[in-house]
């Protein structure tokens, strides 16, 4: 099956640097890469997502990439505020048909002004 | 809209006790998903519904978890008997019925097992 792997566990910044979180992946069939930011005490919410038909996405301050052939796709934060501290999570389909998603192991994003 | 809504927030339980999580998915989402989170293993997918029925349990860790989809707006998770190493929080996610789109979360149950 799928597998993720997620690096780093743990991002300190200065208010105003950006941001990268890199996850890897197995299967070369996956066509769907979202991330998620969960806050304290809340669920993990969408922020963003790509898939495997373009290579960059992005939403005002942040963006994901892509790379298939290496099999990574990465969440950049830009001119990161300290209401970006939270743990985000990548994820990818746990198979062909798409339907439920697996979870990287989070990374925990302190930002400090 | 109010979101995937799932009751109750939090729960102490003994060990030994029936516990029921319960999950209100969104209107017209047609996949329920529920997930389990603990800090050694992170978001575990336990088991998914498509149109209330059940696709994948391979992920529900012992006979002791069961979870069911009696109609499009509630689905349940049970755990009996409960045990300590149950402690986590669950997750209750919904999502349209087309794949590669991303789930909405509710805000998740505390179990607490002593």
């Known amino acids: 099956g799928e597998n993720v792997e997620q690096h780093p566990s743990t991002l300190s910044v200065q208010e105003g640097d950006s941001a990268v979180i890199k996850c890897t992946y197995s299967d070369s069939a996956s066509n769907y890469f979202p991330w998620y930011k969960q806050e304290l005490g809340k669920g993990p919410q969408l922020i963003i997502d790509?898939?495997?038909?373009?290579g960059e996405k992005k939403d005002q301050r942040i963006a994901v990439t892509l790379n298939k052939t290496a099999k990574h796709f990465s969440l950049h934060i830009t001119e990161t505020q300290p209401e970006d501290s939270a743990v985000y999570f990548c994820a990818v389909p746990a198979n062909q048909a798409g339907t439920a998603l697996i979870f990287g192991k989070g990374t925990t994003l302190s930002v400090s002004s | 809209d109010a979101g995937v809504i799932q009751s109750p927030r939090h729960e102490v339980t003994e060990m030994g006790q029936e516990v029921t999580l319960r999950c209100k998915p969104i209107s017209g989402h047609n996949s329920l998903f529920w997930y389990r989170q603990t800090m050694m293993r992170g978001l575990e997918l336990l088991i998914y519904f498509n149109n209330n029925v059940p696709i994948d349990d391979s992920g529900m860790p012992e006979d002791r978890f069961s979870a069911k989809m009696p109609n499009a707006s509630f689905s349940t998770l049970k755990i009996q008997p409960s045990e300590p190493r149950d402690s986590a929080v669950y997750f209750c996610?919904?999502?349209?019925?087309?794949?590669?789109?991303?789930?909405?979360f509710g805000s998740g149950t505390r179990l607490t097992v002593v």
């Open positions: 790509i898939r495997s038909n373009v």
């Open positions: 996610a919904s999502r349209t019925g087309r794949t590669n789109y991303g789930y909405t």
